[in-house]
């Protein structure tokens, strides 16, 4: 058993992109386990399902950094995130030695989940429930690699935004979030990493435009969890190797979100 809380990475789609970042986090992911440390990956691939619209001959349409999600689309998301993309990390992952089990958030009864807002189609909002199958994938030592499809009572497939689904998994284990994206953290105007922010900060960079698409959901459920918690939760970069090795390390890295 690990003595430090749950790692819950959330990795954004871009990485996916990436053979280098890849095995670089995997390597990362590999020593940490090694050591004891209990990692969830949580994934992303917001740039994958846009490839696979667009030789669909689909649209897409964004509300506030979510996708708006018609019925006619949930075949595509889903085989690229629930798929393609969680294959390809489990791939990077088995390359690098680690064990991982692939899932969403549909499997084990991790999370309940409904429809988020009518305007979005079949987007879903997802509230913790049960650890049960977390847990006993991570008492083996394996790593948990899931994406952000779930599934609600009535049965429908939805598509959940990876960082609100990272939050509900981190809240379900009382685990640490870092939210590793392509950018070293969160920058102001002047394109600057800015080191720590709080609610009353983010409130107004997002009035100011600063903060704004995908950010501005991920730095909301940074705050969420890391009020929650009532400690800080990380946003950093999976691109740079040096913030990769402090993590290891158990250090801080990027943006510190304040509760
Ligand atoms: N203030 C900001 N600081 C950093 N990135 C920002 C900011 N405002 C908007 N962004 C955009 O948010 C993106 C990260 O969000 P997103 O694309 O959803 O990432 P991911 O796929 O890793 O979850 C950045 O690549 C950048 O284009
Ligand atoms: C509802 C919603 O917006 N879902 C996201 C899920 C994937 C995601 O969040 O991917 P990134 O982490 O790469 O941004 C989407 O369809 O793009």
Known sequence: MATKSVLVLKVGGALLQC??????LMTAAAEMIAAGQQVLLVHGGGCLVDEQLTANGKETVKLDG???TPADQIPIVVGALAGT???????????AGIVSVGMSLGDGNVVTAKIKDERLGLVGEVEPKDATYL??????????????????S????LNVNADQAATALAKLVNGTLVLLSDV????????QLISSLNKSEIEHLVAQGV????MKVKVEAALEVAQWMGKPVQVASWRDAEQLKTLVKGGSVGTQIQP
């Open 184 to 191: 070293s953290g969160v920058l102001d105007g002047k394109g």
């Open 135 to 152: 847990n006993f994938i991570l008492n083996q030592g394996w790593m948990p690699i899931c994406s952000s499809i779930a599934i609600s």
């Open 211 to 214: 903060i704004e698409k995908g």
């Open 66 to 68: 979510l996708r708006v």
């Open 19 to 24: 053979e280098m970042g890849m095995a670089r």
């Open 154 to 157: 009535q049965g429908e497939m």
């Open 85 to 95: 993309s969680n294959k390809i990390l489990q791939a990077a992952a088995a390359k």
